[in-house]
């Protein structure tokens, strides 16, 4: 038996763990119809194959009907729930994993216009800032009706197989009870601690009655709000106290901080740029004051923290979350020691900021993760062989490369620069950012091993093509910078690439027009300001940044407010013209009937990329398929059959903004999809 503390086994109350890793939970957005159909169960159980000890699933399931899904929660308060948990529950046991689910009332923190349109409740009219609903302040029926809502939706998990059941506590309505800023009501749920937890115990007692003991109950609670006039450390701790003596739950899940805001969200769930394990020490002075089983996540994302987590004792079990949304097999690479093959988790949270947006979560670097039924996280081999050129070493170029690699083809990449990376790179030399060379460096590493030959400093044209004799080219170029946006001056204004790479010095007073919306522009905004000089955003959209999120937003903004960067909504730069050493910027509206006019001293444009398409359409004429790719095939996952050219001599595809300017994560998705056919 390993001695290695992350492989012990732990007992929690009846239920075995094997090990003291766990996904805690968190909603992908993947239910449909509210429910956890095969791409829910897909998802969750590829977790517990990769070896996971506990998988909790569904970050906050519904128990009520005034508790619509924000983020497409799963509806526990519906009775067709029960088989579809069942299905999911049977599986993940199948693999030799536990699996919970949380529980929730949102309270405040979701929309009225949402589900049945009932009126928002909370234990206050205090308005949550995320989701803007002012609430009703909860009658004595609403307390009664929610209670039972509890115990109904734990017997529907117990009945579809759970081991146990977690109440999301923080931030949503039991945490709304307990803390002093959003407790306007008299006894006997509002004025005292007692009071203002007795709303939490009633929800446990009459979940705890309709259970029965051999079912775990826990709670995810915060332990300090980290917010004036809130729960403080010594409420926590004192919390926590009574939460164990209550004798109601089994453990404590603990959160410190407040989740009511973006920045407060993103502090409790930090993303890249910010400290790794930030609240790791916190929670081990919870379970070191409570001496009670104690679990914890927050940006845990390697091994190594893991690993000290438990050594350390500052928890009994600890959550790597959005580590196994980038690996799902963690644990099996652990055990089979192959720890520098898990795929590393870089804090982009793109996962988690689309879930707010309204979309599935993806992972900025894993495209098959919440894809399992089309897309493999373990690429098979080919049954042929075959000589594969791809063109380009950024993300789409790499991933291409190491997809076909696993396929067992004989791999030739070639890369116009020196080193790897593309826009990936540039976008890594903001500190904050750097977390995300890793997307190129694990690729590189798996290349390397899989005998992927690499041309450095290679412009690749028809003749280095051709010398390779390709049964299969993949051009992966990428795109350049789009600036020529203006109806006059183009000429006079650089790129935020300029920027970023150190290319362009930064002026003094500049103009940043930026319609793509995306990192690039703020990015190009804080290098600018932090050289000291007066920064204006402007866009004709109607929010700034709109492609960056919201959690992604918060960093940035913490920096570029100190800095005193402007920001200009709903104008747009139309043209540009010298005046000296200055440059007059003329602006108008997309309302119309507006024309002013700024005077700056540089004009930064961010309007994403233009394809660099030269080469494949030079290579296309020779090709079988004329570069075309059949959408069908594509999207069922059948090898690419199209013949258009019996002369031709290979088949050609284009992936990432070589095709059109996009995103990390879709220039990943259009090379694992293709090349996992090849
Ligand atoms: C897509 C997504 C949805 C989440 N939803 C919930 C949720 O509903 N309830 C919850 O308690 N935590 C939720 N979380 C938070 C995670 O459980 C975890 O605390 C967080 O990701 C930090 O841990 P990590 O750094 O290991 O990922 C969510 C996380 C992600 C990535
Ligand atoms: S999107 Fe980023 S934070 Fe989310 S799982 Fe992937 S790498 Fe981790």
Not at 378 to 398: M, S, Y
Not at 409 to 423: K, L
Request: charged letters at 25%.
């Amino acid at each position: 038996m390993s001695n290695d503390p992350l492989l012990q086994p732990y007992q929690l109350k009846h239920l075995t763990l094997r090990n003291r890793i766990i996904v805690t939970s968190h909603e992908p957005a993947y239910p449909e119809d509210g429910m956890p159909k095969e791409r829910y169960r897909a998802y969750t159980v590829e977790r517990a194959k990769g070896g996971v000890a506990m998988t909790m699933t569904a970050g906050s399931a519904a128990v009520s009907k005034d508790s619509p899904p924000v983020f497409n929660n799963l509806l526990a308060y519906k009775d067709e729930i029960v088989p579809w948990v069942r299905e999911m529950t049977d599986a993940v046991h199948e693999q030799g994993a536990a699996i919970m689910i949380q529980l929730t009332h949102l309270g405040r923190r979701t929309r009225w216009d949402k589900g049945d349109w009932l009126p928002v409740v909370a234990p206050s009219h205090q308005r949550e800032a995320s989701h803007r609903s002012f609430p009703k302040k909860m009658e004595d029926w609403d307390i009664a009706r929610i209670i039972k809502d509890f115990a109904d939706a734990a017997e529907r998990m117990k009945a579809g197989g759970m081991d146990g059941v977690e109440l999301e506590a923080y931030g949503h309505l039991i945490d709304q009870f307990t803390s002093p800023l959003t407790n306007e009501l008299d006894g006997p749920y509002g004025g005292s601690l007692d009071n203002r937890m007795r709303f939490c115990f009633d929800v446990f007692r009459a979940m705890r009655e309709r259970v029965g003991d051999d079912f775990i109950l826990g709670v995810r609670y915060t332990a300090d709000e980290c917010l004036p006039g809130g729960t403080g450390k010594d409420d926590g701790i004192e919390i926590s106290r009574r939460l164990r003596d209550s004798g109601l739950i089994d453990y404590l899940n603990v959160i410190r901080g407040h989740i009511d805001t973006d920045p407060g969200l993103t502090d409790v769930i930090p993303i890249q740029g910010m400290a790794n394990s930030p609240h790791l020490d916190f929670a081990g002075e919870i379970r070191a004051a409570t001496n009670f089983p104690t679990f914890h996540a927050a940006k845990i994302p390697d091994v190594a923290t893991a690993r000290h987590a438990i050594a350390a004792g500052k928890v009994d079990m600890v959550g790597m979350t959005r580590a196994h949304m980038t690996d799902p097999h963690i644990v099996r690479k652990i055990i089979e020691k192959r720890e520098e093959d898990i795929r590393p988790c870089v804090g982009a949270n793109y996962c988690l900021d689309r879930i707010y947006q309204g979309g599935m979560a993806f992972c900025i670097h894993n495209a098959a993760t919440g894809r399992e039924q089309t897309m493999p996280h373990a690429v098979p081999k080919a049954d042929i062989r075959k000589k594969v050129v791809i063109v380009g070493a950024g993300p789409a170029g790499l991933e291409a490369a190491r997809v076909c690699a696993e396929r067992g083809h004989d791999v030739v990449v070639f890369e116009a620069a020196n080193h790897p990376g593309g826009q990936i790179r540039l976008t890594a030399q903001s500190e904050r950012r750097r977390e995300m060379i890793s997307i190129i460096d694990w690729r590189m590493g798996q290349c390397e091993k899989l005998g992927v030959t690499f041309q450095f400093n290679t412009w690749a044209d028809a003749d280095t093509i051709a010398a390779e004799n390709p049964e299969v080219v993949i051009i992966a170029t990428g795109g350049l910078p789009h600036t020529e946006v203006l109806s006059r001056g183009n000429e006079l204004v650089v790129s935020s690439w300029d920027i970023i790479s150190g290319d362009v010095k930064p002026g003094t007073n500049v103009l940043i027009f930026d319609d793509a919306g995306d990192h690039a522009g703020l990015q190009a905004a804080e290098f600018i300001a932090k050289a000291g000089a007066k920064v204006e955003i402007m866009t004709p959209d109607r929010s700034f940044a709109p492609e960056v999120m919201a959690m992604n937003l918060v960093p940035y903004m913490r920096s570029l407010q100190i800095l005193d960067v402007t920001f200009t909504v709903t104008y747009r730069l139309e043209a540009a013209e010298r005046s000296g050493n200055q440059i007059i910027a003329h602006v108008g509206s997309d309302y119309g009937g507006v024309a002013k006019q700024r005077t700056v001293d540089q004009i930064v444009v961010n309007h994403g990329t233009i394809p660099l398409d030269d080469l494949y359409f030079e290579l296309k004429p020779g090709s079988k398929n004329l570069g075309e790719v059949s959408y069908d095939e594509l999207i069922s996952g059948a090898p690419q059959t199209v013949e258009r050219n019996p002369a031709g001599s290979y088949q050609l595809f284009r992936i990432g903004d070589a095709v059109a300017a996009r995103n990390t994560h879709a220039a990943i998705y259009d090379a694992l999809r293709l090349a996992k056919d090849i």
